[in-house]
């Protein structure tokens, strides 16, 4: 049993910053990959990012690279999102995820873009970006 709560989600001009959290809370996480997915209304959810159990690794979307950053702190359990440059089009409920096995170092970042490599979800967190 694992539970993931979003935080850090708001309203920003574009050109913005915001920083997301995911804490973890129940079985111990540290060991699996954690994803970033979010999804805007009428729109499929997309995969915003990935980060190794180690924070050695991570995995972009060419929509997002050069602007987000993810980092992690399994001393605290949580995992951070840092989104630059946001533009209105980033606008979406952003949700993390743990992955359904421990990392394995030979996936790329098509196979942590699959929803389905995912066990536990959070409920998300608005994130609205004005022009």
Known sequence: Q???????????????SLRLSCTASGRPSSSYAMGWFRQAPGKER????????????????DSVKGRFTISRDNAK??????M?????????????????NVWDPNYSTRDYAEGSEYEYWGQGTQVTVSS
């Open 2 to 16: 694992v539970q993931l709560v979003e935080s850090g989600g708001g309203v920003v001009q574009a050109g913005g």
């Open 46 to 61: 997309e995969f915003v990012g990935a980060i190794s159990w180690n924070g050695g690794r991570t995995y972009f979307p």
């Open 77 to 82: 359990s949580t995992v951070y999102l840092q």
């Open 84 to 100: 630059n440059y946001l533009k209105p089009e980033d606008t979406a409920v952003y949700y993390c995820a743990r992955s359904r």
